[in-house]
């Protein structure tokens, strides 16, 4: 069945440094992959989608990655501030089927 | 904008009560979608709608549950009868185009004692 890992359940970094966090999926071949983010409390919101041929997409201070061979997406926030802390999930969607989320990084960004 | 709007915020009732959610989509989005978050599970698609009407329901648990939507602007999510292992935040969602960023209300928080 498909899976949708996304390493580290909680990421602590340092304010100004740049957060990585990582999409790993198996058995899913996603036409488009989606980041979210989720603060205590409220629903996700939109951040960035990027599609199985694009390898890289920007705003702002926020970078995707999607590597279709390793299947893999990288979600980096650059010059990180305390208001990013938040949790991040990503999430997968194909031509058949509809958003499949995965479990979310808990994001905290230290003063 | 309005975003989506659910009601309501917080349910708490025992179990064996019916339980309705509701959700109001941005206006002009023709797909809905119903989610339930748990911590165990994460969140987790329930089923949608495209332009009022079901379009896959298999993400329904039980057939406890059951949801409509009258109209374009309205819809809801029912669950009779309600059991604990219900309890989770439950999200609606709408988009304007198929596989396009999804708009979030801020969810039911649903406790079934």
């Known amino acids: 069945s498909q899976k949708i890992e996304q390493n580290s359940e909680a990421l602590n970094i340092q304010e100004g440094k740049t957060a990585t966090l990582t999409c790993n999926y198996t058995n899913y071949s996603p036409a488009y992959l989606q980041w979210y983010r989720q603060d205590p409390g409220r629903g996700p919101v939109f951040l960035l989608l990027i599609r199985e041929n694009e390898k890289e997409k920007r705003k702002e201070r926020l970078k995707v990655t999607f590597d279709t061979t390793l299947k893999q997406s990288l979600f980096h926030i650059t010059a990180s501030q305390p208001a990013d802390s938040a949790t991040y999930l990503c999430a997968l969607s194909g031509s058949a089927r509809q958003l499949t989320f995965g479990s979310g990084t808990q994001l905290t960004v230290l003063p | 904008d309005a975003g989506v709007i659910q009601s309501p915020r917080h349910e708490v009732t025992e179990m064996g009560q019916e339980v309705t959610l509701r959700c109001k989509p941005i206006?002009?989005?023709?797909?809905l979608f119903w989610y339930r978050q748990t911590m165990m599970r994460g969140l987790e698609l329930l089923i949608y709608?495209?332009?009022?009407?079901?379009?896959?329901d298999s993400g329904m648990p039980e057939d406890r549950f059951s949801a409509k939507m009258p109209n374009a602007s309205f819809s809801t999510l029912k669950i009779q009868p309600s059991e604990p292992r219900d309890s989770a935040v439950y999200f609606c969602?709408?988009?304007?185009?198929?596989?396009?960023?999804?708009?979030f209300g801020d969810g039911t928080r649903l406790s079934i004692l």
């Open positions: 709608f495209n332009n009022n009407v079901p379009i896959d």
């Open positions: 206006s002009g989005h023709d797909y």
């Open positions: 969602a709408s988009s304007d185009r198929i596989n396009q960023p999804q708009h």
